[in-house]
Antibody, heavy 122, light 107 residues
Framework: QVQLVESGGGVVQRGGSLRLACAAS????????MHWVRQAPGKGLEWVTF????????YYTDSVKGRFTLSRDNSKNTLYLQMNSLRADDTAVYYC???????????????WGQGTLVTVSS | DIVLTQSPATLSLSPGERATLSCRAS??????LAWYQHKPGQAPRLLIY???DRATGIPARFSGSGSGTDFSLTISSLEPEDFALYYC?????????FGGGTKVEIK
């Protein structure tokens, strides 16, 4: 069965960095685009970033452009999110999510991890 | 960005009742809309995509309808496990955006 397991969350000071990882299993990882979606405390879901199956196309929501970098290692079935210059409004549970479509993404998310909490303190 | 407005914010119903959730888009998204169920501490679950297609393994009591700017998710007869938060999401225009959610709670 498909499993996505996030790790790397924690408490970090404003301006600091964290690296999240998402370990994938149960599907052909190198055939699917992957996303990160976050949920701030008491708020709804917010799409953050996407990487295509090959790793050569990446997109970011405006608020994280220039600060977050998404990458993937298809040999390790793992997705990474490097988060720099963290701000208080980055505090959220971060979910990795698998795109529904093989190859070209459809930007629907059919499997999600349990999430990892990132808390940015001032 | 396309704004999705969900209503009502909270729906109080009893098991066995019918639930109808609404999602309105700030501009047309065609049929490029999905619905997710989210329970506290769990991973969100895809229910419906392309407005009316059920995702793999989703029970037939869940159905989606609509196109353009107005969409609905209907749960024909609520089961105890259906009490949760529900979000709509559009993928018609980049970036993908979510609605604010509807909480379906036990009356």
């Amino acid at each position: 069965q498909v499993q996505l397991v996030e790790s790397g969350g924690g408490v970090v000071q404003r301006g600091g960095s964290l690296r999240l990882a998402c370990a994938a299993s149960g599907f052909t990882f190198n055939s699917y685009g992957m996303h990160w979606v976050r949920q701030a405390p008491g708020k709804g879901l917010e799409w953050v970033t996407f990487i295509n199956y090959h790793g050569d196309q990446k997109y970011y929501t405006d608020s994280v452009k220039g600060r977050f970098t998404l990458s993937r290692d298809n040999s390790k079935n793992t997705l990474y999110l490097q988060m720099n210059s963290l701000r208080a409004d980055d505090t959220a549970v971060y979910y990795c999510a698998k795109d529904v479509s093989v190859g070209n993404a459809r930007d629907y998310f059919d499997y999600w991890g349990q999430g990892t909490l990132v808390t940015v303190s001032s | 960005d396309i704004v999705l407005t969900q209503s009502p914010a909270t729906l109080s119903l009893s098991p066995g009742e019918r639930a109808t959730l609404s999602c309105r888009a700030s501009q047309s998204v065609g049929s490029q809309l999905a619905w997710y169920q989210h329970k506290p501490g769990q991973a969100p679950r895809l229910l419906i995509y392309d407005a009316s297609d059920r995702a793999t393994g989703i029970p037939a009591r869940f159905s989606g309808s609509g196109s353009g700017t107005d969409f609905s998710l209907t749960i024909s007869s609520l089961e105890p496990e259906d009490f949760a938060l529900y979000y709509c999401q559009q993928r018609s225009k980049w970036p993908p955006t979510f609605g604010g959610g509807t909480k379906v709670e036990i009356k």
